[in-house]
């Protein structure tokens, strides 16, 4: 290169050494600053309240909060955006945050970042526990908002993806959660929300797939357990109770498929299980549905794909299920109508329908099968099995069923020791129980379930085998053998 052309390259080789290091600043991801906050301020920690710590900080940020009560509402909108994340610190339950008549936590605008809150106990006389407007991520975890004015917890307005997970909304003035306008994917894991005034869970206008694991949502005063209405994609619900609902225990309006699995509703006052409007394909396996109005509501469901409700317990509903419109590719196999005889034999549950498309119920569950060995010994385990099936051809119940983290389906019994077990599990419709006998003799097990599914089988119990003992002159002609033996081998090897 000739000096002429260095000279006149020179001032912009300059130039990109001095703004090449202020470039790479603004391409570097942010890192979150972490701050804390207790009730001695400075310089025991960062900040005195939540408030001052929120609008002190230059975001992102990462607020620690330690144990107290903190009686404030707390403002979490910025103009500027950034990610937000509040953690209640040491127990769970310790950090409360009291916003009297106001949330304590909200935001007075839409934040354009993410909000993570987790930690916390949140109350509110006449208001949310928490409402957030957020266009971005919004995560709770493990909060209790027990008791408020309003929702215990309410996200409106994400445009990203919302988590919930280990949090508890009980006995509110309105709903438990109240999760709406959501553009992304809503995920509830873990919770609970009992005794609400309104819907236990009230999940409307969704824009990707909802999944609920897990979660309870017990003796709603006025409406469902779970409302899931108007959702633009899949919805899947899985190990989760709704019982003692004013009305439906499960309630679904939804657009694409809908997996409910291992679920229990019980003793609501409309539906168990009401799929009022599904597009795409609906499965109900494995779960319970007892002493409701309906215990599984089909409505409004011509534009389903396929209606699959299998492997269920269904039984002393006025219903066992309604078919309310002109349904033709339904599926009700495998189910225990309350009695051997299936849904048309008295003491089952009817099949209530208003038009003559005949429902494929055959075959359902009539036979309970129990096996064991032949003989078990005193304080040794064996297994029992009993197994729930019908046919031909063969059907069974579902792994369960019912609640999986709630109590057991069956109820299991011995005269003779102990016995675990009670949820199907095994395929096929097999329980498998663990009897140990303490007394010889015989041993009767006894399985307990919903709406008279009950078996028990007979064992024998022997003693358990005696312990040897050598007398002591045993031994020493044991011993006095062994010697002989090792010098005969010896004679031998030196022959050799």
């Known amino acids: 290169m000739s000096r002429r052309r260095f000279r006149k390259l020179l001032p912009l080789v300059t130039t990109l050494v001095l703004i090449l290091p202020l470039l790479l600043a603004l391409a570097a991801p942010v890192s979150a600053a972490t701050v804390t906050v207790c009730p001695a301020g400075p310089p025991t920690c960062d900040y005195a309240t939540i408030t001052l710590a929120v609008a002190g900080e230059t975001y992102p940020v990462i607020i620690n909060v330690y144990p107290d009560t903190y009686n404030e509402s707390v403002n979490l909108y910025k103009a500027s955006g950034w990610d937000i994340t509040l953690r209640g ?43 957030v407007h957020v266009n971005s991520d919004v995560v709770i975890r493990d909060v209790i908002a027990n008791g408020t004015g309003s929702s215990g917890v309410r996200v409106q307005g994400a445009s990203g993806n919302v988590t919930v997970e280990d949090c508890t909304a009980n006995d509110n003035d309105e709903d438990g959660f109240d999760l709406d306008d959501i553009d992304g994917n809503l995920t ?16 409307y206008i969704i824009g990707g797939n909802v999944t609920i694991t897990n979660s309870t949502a017990n003796r709603s005063q006025s409406d469902e357990g ?54 795409g394909t609906v499965t109900i396996k494995a779960c319970i549905a007892r002493d409701n109005d309906s215990g599984v509501d089909l409505d409004a469901l011509e534009d389903a794909d396929a209606l699959l409700v299998n492997g269920n317990i269904i039984c002393g509903n006025e219903c066992g299920v309604g078919l309310w419109s002109d349904i033709t590719d339904l599926n009700l196999e495998g189910n ?9 034999a008295a003491g089952c549950d009817p099949i209530c329908q208003r038009d ?11 036979t309970v099968t129990a096996s064991a060995p032949a003989s078990v010994i005193v304080g040794e385990p064996a297994i029992v099995s009993f197994q729930f099936s019908g046919g031909p051809p063969a059907v069974y119940l ?70 040897f003992v050598p007398e002591p002159g045993s031994v020493m002609l044991l011993a006095s053998g062994l010697m002989g033996l090792a010098g005969y081998a010896g004679l031998r090897m030196r022959k050799r």
């Open 89 to 131: 610190l040491n127990a769970s339950g310790t950090v409360t945050v009291d916003g009297s008549g106001t949330p304590a936590f909200y935001t007075s605008s839409q934040h354009s970042g993410n909000i993570t809150i987790e930690g916390f106990t949140v109350k509110s006389t006449s208001s949310h526990g928490i409402h």
């Open 188 to 203: 509830v894991t873990r919770c609970t929300a009992n005794n609400n005034g309104y819907e236990n869970f009230d999940i």
């Open 336 to 344: 225990w109508w309350g009695c051997d005889g299936g849904p048309e």
């Open 226 to 279: 779970f409302l899931i209405d108007d959702i633009a994609g899949n919805v899947e619900i899985t190990g989760c109770t709704a019982n003692d609902n004013d009305e439906d225990g499960i309630y679904v309006n939804i657009a694409g498929d809908l997996l409910i699995t291992n679920c229990t509703a019980n003793g609501n006052g409309e539906s168990g299980f009401d799929p009022e409007r599904v597009e």
């Open 398 to 467: 579902g792994e369960g069923p019912g609640d999986l983290h709630g109590d057991p389906t069956f109820i299991v019994t011995t005269d003779n020791g102990t016995v675990t077990g009670g949820f199907i599990n095994a395929p096929h419709g097999v329980m498998e129980v663990t009897l140990v006998p303490q007394t010889e003799g015989t041993a009767t097990v006894t399985v307990v379930g919903p709406c008279g599914l009950d078996e028990q089988i007979v064992l024998g119990v022997q003693a358990a085998a005696a312990d």
């Open 356 to 366: 003559s498309i005949p429902a494929d119920s055959t075959p359902w569950i009539d």
